[in-house]
């Protein structure tokens, strides 16, 4: 096992194998949910969206203040290198589940609910692109961390962090007000 690997390649492909099963799973129990359309679909949904927005925040906001940390971490040393394990690992295995679970949902949810039609239904995606943009450049920003790369202070890294901030009010306000509906 290599010095810079947490699991060995065995482990490693048990997981994927694990992974892959649950995703099917998944897949599967929702193609049937699909295909049959009961009444308590919608609701679930709407638990399984808020729940995965929930998380997905988490880390649009934790991952930049990684950055202001690591960015003030001398390079090559042991916290730098716990900190690109901690941010990669943020990114694969949390945030970026939780946007697509978030996308897939939510457009299901638009459109069975709403047949995407309201004006705060755009601004709300709108919004959503905003935070997936934003989501795109932190695991960017992960990236080059990770190959000794960084190009920002951390003062502006704090400064990042209210990106998400500001978008997410605004697609709570377009949910719960719906102020052009």
């Known amino acids: 096992m290599r010095p810079d690997k947490a699991t060995s390649a065995s482990e490693g492909r048990k997981a994927r194998l694990k992974a892959s099963l ?5 897949v599967m129990l929702a193609l049937l949910a699909w ?11 709407k638990v399984l969206h808020v729940v995965a927005v929930i998380s997905w925040m988490v880390g649009l906001f934790y991952l930049p203040r990684l950055f202001v940390y690591h960015a003030d971490a001398p390079d090559g040393g042991e916290p730098a290198a716990t900190f ?15 946007m697509m679970v978030s996308w897939v ?3 299901w ?3 069975s609910g709403f047949g995407f039609v309201g004006v705060w239904l755009w601004v709300k995606i709108a919004g959503v692109i905003g935070l997936t943009v934003f ?11 990770a190959a000794g790369q960084n190009t920002m202070t951390a003062r502006q890294w704090r400064m990042a962090n209210e990106v998400p901030t500001v978008l997410m009010i605004l697609v709570i306000i377009m949910v719960i007000i719906k102020p052009f509906a």
Do not use: C, N
């Open 35 to 45: 295909w049959f359309d009961p009444d308590w679909l919608y609701g679930w949904l």
């Open 105 to 107: 949902v939510g457009l």
């Open 135 to 145: 989501h795109v450049f932190l695991s960017r920003a992960a990236r080059r961390f």
């Open 109 to 111: 949810l638009a459109w």
């Open 84 to 98: 690109v394990v901690m941010e990669q690992r943020l990114v694969k295995v949390i945030m970026a589940p939780a």
């Open 22 to 26: 649950s995703i099917a799973v998944v």
